[in-house]
Structures are given as C-alpha cells and as structure tokens.
C-alpha cells in the first residue's frame, strides 16, 4: 500500500503534496481577485444625481411656502435659477430646515447653499443659519394653488435629499433604513413616478391636507407602491397629498 | 503544541498560510476598489463610502465561504487538510474584514443624523412585518457580534478555558453567522440589483457551503455506519496499516481511532484534546500518533502527550474476534494505559512450484 503524504503543520509539508498546495494557492489567490473584478463590475448604475459643488453657492430670492415641507419660489433668480422656478430646500446632514423656515411661511425670503440636481428634482442644501435663510425686503407675491385633481399613481418613496445626489445610489431597499432616517429628520419626501404625472417624474409627497408623510407610509418606503391622493400645484412644484389607506405594494 | 500561551505559535507553514490568505484579501480589495471603477461606466461614481462598504462585505461573504468549504473539503479529501491549519486566522481576518464593512456604513448612512449612529441604525426601519423592506442590517449586526466572538475566542486559551466540546460548540456560531450573512444579502443588496451577476455569485458560494457538506456527511456516514452489540466492530484484520488508524463510530456518537503500531492495536478517542481534531485521520510519527490538524500528539497506548506536554484523550479497550477487531464502547478515563494487542500472525503461504518446474 502506497504512503500517502501526510501534513504536519510544524514540519515542512511533504513533497508529493507541495505541488497540490501550491495549486490551491494560486487558485484561491486567483479566485478572490476574480470574485472582486465580477463583483465589483456587477454594481448597477446610481443614476445621475449629485451635488453640484461646480455651479458654485447659488443665491436666490423668493417665497417661502410650507407644504408643509419648505418650498420656496422663486421671484428674483440668478444666471441658473429663474423666477418662477419652485425648489425644495434641506439643512446639512440628514435635517430639514423647518425651524428657519417656519417664521417665514408666506413671506419673501433670500436663500443661499449649494445645489443637489437629478434629472428635473432640484434641491438647495442651506448654508447654516441666517446665511442660509433669511428674510428678505419686499412685498410676497400670492402662490395659488392650482388643483389637478386625484390621481392613481405608481412608484417609489423617496427621501429627497439622497435621490437628488446627497448619496449614490440614494433610493432602493438597501437605502431604507437611510431614506427612513432623512424623513425622521424632515427632509423632504419624493414620490419617483413610473410615468410622467402632468409632465413630471418627480412630487413631492405628503399627507392630507397639508401634512407630513403620515408614519404609517415609512413602511412602503423604498418599495414600488400604487396609491391615491389629490395633487397639487404650488408654483412649478408638483405635490400628491397621498392617501395612506391606498396604498398597495405592486411587483 | 505548547505548554505555554503565547499570542501565535509562528512556524514557517502559518507564515505561508497568513501570506496566501492576505494577498488573496488584498486582490480582492484592491480589484474591487481601483479596477472595477474604471470597468463601471456610471454618468456618475457610486459614492467612494458606498463602494469600499461593498467591496468590504462582498470580501467578508466570499471568505466566510471559503473558510466553511475548507471543512468538508478536508473531510473528502485529505489533501486539503492544512487549509485546517492555520483557519483561525482566517476567521480573525474575516472579522476584521467585516467590523471595516460595519465601520463605513454606519459612519455612512448613519451619520449626519441628529440621532446617535447606533440609536439611527436600530430605529430607523421598523418594518420588522414584511419580506421587502425588512430591516435586514439585523442580520448583518447579529452575523458581525458571532463573528466576533469566534475572533476573540479563537486562542487556545479559550479552548482550555472552556475545554474543546464547548468550545467546539461555540465555535459552531460560524454557521449561524453565515445563515445571518445570507438573510443580510438576501433582504438587502439582492432587492435592489438589476445586474444579477452578483446574485448568481452569492448563490453559488452559498450552493457550494452546502453541497460540500451534504457530500461530506454522506461519505462519513456511509464509511462509519453505527454497529449494534456492546463490542463495536471496526474492521478486519487484514485492513490495518501500520502507522495508521481505523475509525469507528460507536452507538452513543462517539468515534474511536484504533491504530496499528508496530504490529499492535490500540484505540484512542478520535477527537484531539486541543480542537477535538479527527486522530483517526492522523498518523503514527516518532511512535506517537500525530493530529492532522494540528499536530499535538499522543501515545496510543495510553493517550498521553509526551512530556512536558499534558493533553490526554480516552482509550479504548481492543479484542479480535476471528477477522474482526472491535472496541469496548466504554471509554477508558483519560491517560490511561491499555495493553496494545497484537495482530496475529499471518498464515503461510502455500508452497508454490518454482518457475520452470512441472507437476
């Protein structure tokens, strides 16, 4: 009967089971740099939002509205924002900026801060304090709300601020827990629609009559959803009050 | 084999193991975090925190299925059995991998939060009711605490403390870890990818895992199928080799190693003192049998380390009955001397006519 090779491991490894050892090793090293090269490939794209640091501080002047989550429109632009332009505006970090904005509901206001772009979503990140917001000389002109009647809609809940590029990839079920954290922080939600809702991919999304996202939908965030609710018109801002008890998740 | 703690017991063989191990690590790593961003053609880079945590927990995952292929593998074939050697360091290595991948998502999505990191990652998703959208970073929490308490126990000194059997068992945390690692892909970056190479890769690491150790516990159990009677049968005479062991697998579970040395029989337990490493798959070296894992080492006859060494296993009393040699089911305290018994002598063969001769 033939001796086979027998591995101690405080003596040197026989000879008949070096070769094979050394075999194993190249293909071990081998195989994990192929399983990072395939999956790291395999990453899907995390689309084309981002902070815009290169457009530079952008300052503008306008209306404060709460949806009632801060929008402002804006009256008095710059060579990027125009008037008549409607943009939803956060804090740094995982915050909203309710608290500067709260006093100003209504009013004429100058913000500054830098800002988040996916797509037609456009968001402003406030510098801190009164640097970011603050009240501005002139008389407000009225925002009237134009209803557009109730829609089905079919889509995804988003927290605002990491859709727009704050993070990338910033929506899926792997970025609940993150988007969850935003919106406990009053960051703006954003329904992402599968099709176009009066020329538009992106609403804002609230509860009814003019609260914040009920709790109840931090559930469904993350996850494709069909649900009801009016919307409405607040300058060129699109906002679907949507209709918790709707809500159905769909494939 | 020691007779002292010291933080590692260098030797030339975990050198190369930890040397192999780590550049296979840092090709991952590096492959995955400068390589494939150039491969990727996004408009847009995925965020650089986003990236290292997913090249570190893709890194984890494949180690932790590598470390549990290199048990069944060994089982099926005795050639990977230094993969054995040295897989601790392995596993401290894995958790280390997988404390970075933790590390770069909670200081990711969890910062910039008025919440406290910690406090964000355990309340912020509590749809504990649904399959989508579970909050799956439990799982990877769970997988991360069992993961390090593998590493932190992984000493010797923790295997004496809590003597092998419970350290074995605790040590049996590295399968619930990776069921925990399987529910934290599946529930978490598997919902959301739209390229499935990934998918396809995880589903074959995990098919391996279990595939290897259906095809290992089908072997054993065909090899030592259990015997009834109060003698165990372990094998014929004629199967024995001298210098190594026959396994027989007793009616309680328990398996025993009966070695030939020096044209005698003697039977020890078939679990290593040290890490209940399988004896019976070892060797008899320097007449002292030698554990395949390890190489702590004992004398057959009694089940002793040679001094100054102290570790002791069982024995076993031994008979032949006709062609078969069997074992008492009742094993002898640790240490103590059996008197080996000898093989018989082999019968003559009958004369053959010389070449060239005629009847």
């Known amino acids: 009967m033939s001796e086979k090779p027998f591995f101690v491991g405080y003596l040197p490894a026989p000879g008949p089971l070096r070769t094979f050892l050394l075999t194993v ?67 740094g970090g995982k915050s909203g900026v309710d608290s500067r904005a709260e006093p100003l509901d209504g009013q004429l206001a100058q913000v500054s801060g830098v800002v988040l772009e996916r797509g037609d979503l456009y968001m402003l990140q406030l510098r801190g304090g009164r640097n970011g917001l603050q009240a501005a000389e002139g008389d407000a002109p009225v925002i009237t709300p134009e209803p557009q009647g109730r829609w089905k809609l079919a889509g995804e809940i988003c927290d605002g601020k990491c859709l727009a590029g704050a993070m990338r990839p910033g929506r899926g079920l792997a970025h609940k827990a993150c988007a969850n954290l935003c919106l406990l922080g009053d960051v703006p939600p954003i329904f992402v629609s599968t099709q176009p809702v009066l020329g538009e991919e992106f609403l804002l999304v609230t509860g009814p009559d003019g609260t914040r996202l009920p709790r109840e939908a931090y559930d469904y965030i993350a996850q494709f959803i069909t649900a009801e609710g009016e919307i409405t018109k607040r300058g060129d801002l699109l906002v679907w009050e949507i209709d918790v008890d709707t809500i159905e998740v769909t494939e | 084999m020691s007779v002292k703690y010291i933080p590692v017991q260098w030797n030339p063989n975990k050198w190369i193991y930890d040397a192999v191990m780590l550049a296979g690590v840092a090709l991952f790593l590096w492959v995955f975090l400068y390589v494939t961003p150039e491969v990727l053609s996004h408009e847009r880079a995925i965020n650089p925190q986003i990236h290292n945590a997913r090249a570190f927990g893709a890194c984890a995952f494949v180690m932790l299925t590598v470390i549990l292929c290199i048990g069944p593998a060994a089982r099926l074939d005795k050639r990977f059995l230094p993969l054995l050697y040295n897989r601790r360091h392995f596993g401290v290595m894995t958790a280390f991998v997988a404390l970075t991948h933790a590390g770069y998502i909670l200081n990711w999505y969890f910062a910039f939060s008025s919440r406290d990191k910690l406090v964000g990652l355990l309340s912020a998703n509590t749809s504990f ?135 005698k029989l003697s039977a020890i337990s078939n679990a290593c003192a040290h890490q209940n490493g399988p004896l019976g798959e070892g060797k008899v070296i320097d007449c002292l049998v030698t554990c395949p894992w390890h190489g702590f080492q004992y004398d057959v006859r009694s089940g002793r380390s040679p001094a100054p060494f102290t570790e002791k296993v069982p024995t076993y009393r031994v008979r032949i009955k006709g062609d078969m040699v069997e074992v008492h089911p009742d094993a002898n305290p640790p240490g103590t001397y059996v008197e080996p018994v000898p093989l018989p002598e082999p019968e003559p063969e009958p004369d053959t006519p010389e070449e060239g001769a005629t009847a």
């Open chain 1, 25 to 91: 090793c190249i293909l071990l090293i081998a195989g994990l740099g192929g399983a990072g090269l395939l999956m790291g490939a395999a990453q899907d794209d995390p689309g084309p939002g981002a902070f815009r640091f290169d457009y530079g501080r952008q300052t503008v002047t306008g209306v404060v509205e709460l949806t009632p989550y801060p929008v402002i429109h804006v009256t008095e632009g710059n060579d990027r924002i125009k008037p008549g332009d409607s943009f939803l505006m956060t804090a």
């Open chain 2, 129 to 263: 009711g649904q399959v989508a959208g579970f909050p799956f970073e439990v799982f990877g929490i769970f997988a991360l605490i069992c993961l390090l308490i593998l590493a932190a126990t992984s000493h010797d000194f923790w295997l004496k403390f809590l003597t092998p059997p419970i350290w074995k068992r605790l040590h049996y945390l590295i399968y619930a870890a990776y069921f925990s690692v399987a529910a934290h892909v599946s529930l978490g970056i598997l919902q959301d990818q739209k390229n499935h190479v990934f998918t396809v890769l995880f589903m074959l690491g995990a098919g391996a895992v279990i595939v290897l150790h259906i095809a290992a516990w089908l072997s054993e159990r065909r090899e030592t199928a259990a015997k009834d009677g109060a003698w165990a049968e372990v094998a014929n005479v004629g199967d024995f080799r001298e210098g190594y062991a026959k396994i027989a697998k007793l009616a309680n579970g328990e398996r025993v190693a009966v070695y030939l040395m020096e044209g």
